[in-house]
């Protein structure tokens, strides 16, 4: 379960390193900059959501969000 940045940012770089994609690439296809991944792949808390978000989608990576199950929910 990815429930820290640093977790993100290795699975993250795990995927790109596995799909053969630079840094440098992955920035350029994201529409980020270079330095935003290398920041998002160390694990830096306070990476733009929005940006985070668009970088998985670019590498196929999925996030499924399950709210907590509420007791009186039908």
Known sequence: MMQTPQAIGAVIRKTR???GITQ???ALTSGTGL??????EKGKPTCQ???VLTVLQTLGIKVQLTPPSLSGEQ
């Open 17 to 19: 390193k596995a799909m």
């Open 24 to 26: 440098k690439n992955l």
């Open 35 to 40: 330095r935003f991944i290398i920041d998002l």
């Open 49 to 51: 959501l929005a940006k």
